[in-house]
């Protein structure tokens, strides 16, 4: 039984662990006023016919706080990779030299950056749903198991943990919505 237990509480834990990972991949796709990598992960260049990854076709670099230098590894994909960057509607004009596409990362508005913090803020409550969500399934499993032959104080000191990984798991959520908002509001 305790193994069983042990398994539960480290599954909780992973989930939750994830969780924290979707949200700082989430988060790092939102531009805090300066040039980041990771706001174009999303964009999806067509490759030969193929929807491909623009980290896959290309170099992607910051040389200051306001550019994004993206060199292609073929000449021929400056083009679709213009394209593929304006289709993906980030609010960039991507201009090319004929050998690199370059972005200027313009600075945010008061207000842009307030809106920004919502969804930041957003993100931040989806994934302690998430967090209260796993709890949830967690407390719900060691249930089962005490209609089993779990003993109720077994079952407590269960809960107790999760709710005490909960909590830890909470609190890191709060720190990353904090570093982020710091971010974003730092001009």
């Known amino acids: ?32 006023g300066r040039a ?31 550019t994004i230098a993206i060199q292609p590894w073929e000449k021929t ?9 304006q289709q993906a509607n980030l609010g960039f004009n991507p201009q090319n030299n ?6 200027n990362v313009p600075p945010l508005t008061e207000e842009r950056r307030k809106d920004l913090v919502k969804i930041v803020k957003n993100e931040g409550e989806s994934a302690k749903v998430g967090i209260r969500s796993v709890r949830k399934d967690a407390n719900n499993d060691i249930k089962a198991l005490q209609k089993d032959g779990l003993s ?3 079952a ?3 809960e107790d943990k999760i709710q005490k990984c ?22």
């Open 1 to 32: 039984m305790n193994e069983e237990l042990e398994i539960l509480l480290e599954d909780a834990r992973e989930r939750m662990e994830k969780t924290i990972v979707h949200l700082e991949k989430e988060l790092a796709a939102i531009r805090a």
């Open 77 to 85: 994909m400056i083009g679709p990779i213009e394209r593929a960057i």
């Open 36 to 66: 980041n990598i990771h706001i174009l992960d999303g964009v999806m260049v067509d490759y030969y016919g193929s929807e491909t990854p623009l980290s896959q076709v290309a170099n992607i670099g910051v040389p200051d706080a306001r």
């Open 156 to 158: 407590k000191r269960v």
């Open 152 to 154: 109720e104080d077994m």
């Open 98 to 103: 004929g050998e690199i596409v370059r972005i």
């Open 166 to 187: 909960t909590n830890e798991f909470s609190e890191k959520t709060d720190k990353i919505l904090e570093e982020k908002e710091k971010d974003i509001m730092t001009v």
